[in-house]
């Protein structure tokens, strides 16, 4: 019988797990979808896919494991000679050998989600202000901590985590792309990033 834990982390994973998976990890409005876009972008030019890349198409370029579950096993474009990466917004999960964390500054990060949760219904701007909202343990503060700690202070030699910081993203897209996808196995040159940031 599974434990608890392990079948928390498999909710998380996709049914064809591979070795070679990479996942995009963040904290909810950190930067995840931006960041989706300006790979997926990046690749198509370094292949000449022609596919577009839009609010419509990422989902299926790089699916959110949650979502998707049952995702096929090709990669990025559906190019089985290319990685396969997935968007997912959960803490440490030991199936996630390879990760690009994307961290941003939590206090940009909380204003947005509670204008993002508004949006969708789950927060109630006029019984929930957001001085509360920061101290409320599933959304606040001590959520986007326990998301992020579990994810930095793991010490597991099997899985390669690198962190990227959402405020580095905006300041140097170029270099901070450029590393993302070396780390892929995908070395886009600079002038293809420049075009894809565009």
């Known amino acids: 019988m599974l434990s608890f834990a392990k ?7 996709p049914r064809h797990p591979s070795q070679e998976d990479i996942y995009l990890v963040s904290f909810p409005k950190s930067g995840n979808t931006w960041l989706r876009f300006l790979l997926a ?39 089985s000679a290319l990685p396969r990466i997935l968007k997912s917004h959960s803490s440490h999960n030991p199936y996630y050998h390879r990760v690009l964390l994307l961290v941003r500054d939590p206090r940009d990060t909380l204003i947005s989600y509670y204008y993002y949760l508004s949006n969708y219904g789950k927060v109630d701007l006029d019984k929930l202000p957001f001085s509360e909202f920061i101290k409320d343990n599933k959304y606040g503060v001590q959520a986007w901590l326990k998301h992020t700690d579990s994810w930095l202070k793991v010490n597991r030699p099997a899985q390669i985590i690198r962190v990227f910081r959402y405020e580095d993203l905006l300041q140097d897209p170029e270099k901070q792309l450029y590393l993302m996808l070396d780390l892929i196995g995908i070395p886009v040159d600079f002038d293809k990033i420049k075009l894809a940031i565009e």
């Open 7 to 13: 079948k928390n982390h498999q909710k998380f994973i």
């Open 41 to 79: 972008t990046a690749i198509k030019l370094h292949y000449d896919i022609k596919r577009e890349v839009n609010f419509f198409s990422i989902h299926d370029i790089i699916p959110d494991v949650w979502i998707s579950r049952d995702i096929r096993c090709q990669g990025i474009f559906g190019e």
